[in-house]
């Protein structure tokens, strides 16, 4: 199994408050993605990064923000949780991404956070 | 945009019995194609994939083939077990590294 590790796993949090989810891994991987998953919509990009302090918006980027200080660490705050951002959150690393020729880049996926916003 | 388009579940069957999970994609070029499991309580992990037409990934008995005529990526399994009981996911890859995930079937297998 790649080493992706998600913390915490579980948490429960008012309306308001900012929140900060963490992707760790060992694999050295220089691409790392946060997905949120919800029923009737599967999964969903909201940021990515290419590396260190290098991120980019996916398709539902707002009200969330990222950080990558470190090749290992990328960071997903949700600056004032609103209860439309109650899900399940994937982090996911790859190897290399675009531009390096390689079709078909696997990409490998952490345990996922519950998060629920009350 | 680029998009996929996977059969709504859930489905539910039988040990041994033959299963088709059916999924289209939308994209412009040649996309990679992804079959993702989701078992219950972890994260997606992938189990097989083609990145150019008529190429068949196969995995754990599983095979889906790259139909570019058809733009389709159908999962085949000839005889599931119960531990096949999961939530499958058909996902593109276009131009980028951005995965583009179906909305994802579930499957449920009864002995």
């Known amino acids: 199994d790649a080493g992706i590790t998600q913390s915490p796993r579980h948490k429960v949090t008012e309306t308001g408050t900012p929140v900060t989810l963490r992707c760790h891994q060992t694999?050295?991987?220089?691409?790392m993605y946060w997905y949120r998953q919800d029923p009737g919509h599967g999964l969903r990009l909201i940021h990515y990064?290419?590396?260190?302090?290098?991120?980019d918006k996916g398709e539902v980027s707002d009200g969330y923000s990222v950080s990558r200080s470190k090749t290992e660490d990328f960071l997903l705050t949700l600056e004032s949780a609103t209860s439309s951002q109650t899900s399940v959150y994937f982090c996911?690393?790859?190897?290399?991404?675009?531009?390096?020729?390689?079709?078909?880049?696997?990409?490998?996926f952490g345990p996922g956070t519950r998060l629920l916003v009350l | 945009g680029d998009s996929v388009t996977q059969m709504e579940g859930p489905v539910t069957l039988s040990e041994e019995a033959f299963l088709t999970i059916n999924c289209t994609y939308t994209?412009?070029?040649?996309?990679?194609l992804f079959w993702y499991v989701q078992y219950p309580g972890e994260g997606l992990q992938l189990l097989l994939k083609?990145?150019?037409?008529?190429d068949k990934g196969s995995n754990k008995g599983f095979e889906a083939t790259y139909r570019k005529e058809t733009t389709s990526f159908h999962l085949e399994k000839g005889s599931v077990q119960v531990s096949d009981s999961a939530v499958y996911f058909c996902?593109?890859?276009?131009?980028?590294?951005?995965?583009?995930f179906g909305k994802g079937t579930k499957l449920t297998v009864n002995p």
């Open positions: 990064s290419y590396g260190v302090k290098d991120t």
């Open positions: 996911a690393i790859s190897e290399s991404g675009r531009g390096t020729g390689k079709r078909g880049e696997t990409q490998y």
């Open positions: 694999e050295n991987h220089r691409y």
């Open positions: 083609a990145t150019k037409a008529d």
């Open positions: 996902a593109l890859q276009g131009g980028s590294e951005k995965l583009v």
């Open positions: 994209a412009t070029g040649y996309p990679s």
